[in-house]
């Protein structure tokens, strides 16, 4: 899934009784739960599910689908589609897609990354208050009441949150601990400053390495500068290439405040000017559309960034492609460790589309994709013996396997559970340390109830959209010949798009919200 930064959720799952489980065909979901054996199947339909990714290519999906779609149509009458956003211009195409008044059923949702909010405004989401205990019993009955009013828009519930699966999503860059070691780095990064000695050693020790190949459309490197040279936190509002306005800090998370003008960003431009022209990057670096992933996983380049959840299993790629590579992670909150928030619980999630024509089989077939165990397994891993076996408790792959052949996913990204997650050997068996680095500063996600609106200041987020996208990736990879000037006209330049009223927009949102939850 896309970054939506520095959140984390951990809950311990309220366990299934027996009956409510047979209710994912159709019994009770407990105390909340309804009886979907009322509900009228006779009927066969289509149900769609809009996800994010490209589509696989190779077949599998097909496969693993006509097995999923035998038991939904044995269990709930009903076949499931799946509609793939792929990953260029994807949330354009998403926010489309929910705008276009298409009959959609299930849509993966998330608040902090896909306009969640903004979509439930323009009326994109079907209210879901009384259909769940319905049709949807067993979900109804283990989502806490508390985690039910973070899921509402105008007072009614219009998303289900993926709020029992445990993840990090929290972004840094990956880097070489072998390479480190040889450059005189022994202890883990954890400051730019540190990383910057590690790519001037690889300039300095490796000729034939680009020491950190990257596509300069990614806003990574901005968005970890602030986080790691300041307290500050993202907050759930789109301006565009990158955020302007955050808040100021945990302890003042209802103070907006944008980095961009004060020193972080004129002392960010410099250093990635100062890292540009010590060829820390190809000259080509905005135009540049390589695959830098599996550069790094080949050893042409020594770095890479992403989330922690894609550091746990590239660290086992680079074991088995590049042996002895000791892959690291320096997470951008660690520099100063003040600002490492817990993941949202509506960081995934699912919604039903406002238009579509079988809401309640839609939520029969998400009760069981998320609630049966064997079609949980069935929609996330693929079929047992093809794309995995159990070998010790864990997901192994399966003697003669092949990446291109064999390979699947569905990006069920709305309703994984932890009670179904089977440990897998593709996951770095140490992560744990990691992940208790992370327990030690980590605080609670303060955003999960902020709707933003934007409607009183539509166009000046536009217009700022615009300034961020056509500036900043000339900024963030050193490709102006002067960062304070060119820091100064992007200043300038938001300033004119009205800057000033979004600012004052959002701080008395801020305001409003906090009285909401008397804090």
């Known amino acids: 899934m896309k970054s939506a930064w520095f959140r984390k959720w951990r809950w311990v799952p309220v366990m299934l009784l027996c009956a409510a489980l047979a209710a994912c065909g159709g019994g009770s979901g407990g105390s909340k739960g309804g009886d979907a054996k009322e509900a009228d199947t006779s009927k066969f339909v289509t149900v769609s599910y809009l996800m994010l990714g490209d589509k696989p290519t190779n077949g599998q999906l097909e496969k693993v689908m006509e097995k999923v779609n035998a038991i939904l149509k044995e269990r709930v009458n009903a076949h499931l589609e ?96 072998d390479w480190a070691k040889e450059f005189g780095i022994n202890e883990p990064i954890r400051d730019w400053q540190t990383f910057g000695r590690y790519l001037q050693g690889i300039v300095d ?60 960003m004129i002392e960010f431009a410099k250093t990635m000017k100062e890292w540009a022209d010590k060829g820390y990057w190809r000259k080509d670096v905005l135009n540049y559309k390589g695959d830098t992933r599996e550069e790094l996983l080949t050893g042409l380049t020594g770095a890479d960034q992403h989330h922690t959840q894609t550091y746990s299993t590239l660290r086992v790629q680079m074991d088995e492609r590049q042996p002895g590579s000791e892959l690291q992670m320096f997470p951008f909150a660690l520099q100063r460790g003040n600002n490492l928030l817990e993941m949202s619980i509506t960081h995934g999630g699912t919604s039903i589309g406002a238009h579509s024509r079988n809401p309640e089989r839609a939520l029969m077939v998400y009760d069981l994709l998320r609630n049966d165990e064997e079609l949980y397994r069935l929609f996330n891993y693929g079929i047992e013996g093809v794309q995995y076996e159990i070998k010790d408790g864990k997901r192994v792959r399966p003697e003669g396997y092949d990446e291109t052949r064999d390979s699947f996913y569905s990006n069920f990204w709305g309703g994984r559970m932890d009670k179904y997650e089977i440990p897998s050997d593709t996951v770095y068996e140490n992560i744990g340390e990691l992940y208790a680095e992370y327990d030690k500063v980590k605080k609670p996600y303060p955003y999960g109830r902020f709707v933003f609106d934007k409607t009183p200041i539509e166009a000046e987020l536009a217009a700022m959209s615009q300034v961020t996208a056509s500036q900043g990736p000339a900024i963030a990879y050193g490709q102006v010949s002067d960062p304070v000037q060119a820091v100064e006209k992007l200043r300038s330049d938001l300033k004119a798009a009205g800057f000033d009223k979004v600012m004052a927009e959002i701080q008395k949102q801020l305001d409003e919200f906090r009285k909401m939850v008397g804090d």
């Open 82 to 177: 799946l509609q793939w956003i792929e990953w260029a211009d994807w949330l354009t195409k998403y926010n489309l897609a929910l705008a276009s008044g298409e009959p959609l059923d299930l849509i993966t949702i998330g608040t902090d990354w896909l306009d969640t909010w903004a979509n439930a405004q323009k009326g994109a989401f079907l209210p879901l208050d009384d259909l769940l205990p319905k049709y949807a019993p067993v979900t109804w009955s283990e989502v806490p009441d508390d985690h039910w009013e973070q899921s509402k828009y105008n007072g009614k519930i219009v998303l289900i949150p993926e709020d029992q699966y445990t993840q990090w999503v929290n972004h840094g860059f990956f880097y070489r601990g």
């Open 205 to 264: 020790h490796k000729p034939d390495v680009i020491p950190w190949d990257v596509n300069g459309t990614k806003n990574e490197p901005m968005m970890g500068y602030i986080i790691s040279h300041t307290d500050a936190l993202e907050l759930p509002i789109t301006t565009g290439w990158f955020p302007v306005i955050w808040a100021k800090s945990y302890e003042e998370k209802y103070t907006a405040y944008s980095p961009v003008f004060d020193d972080t």
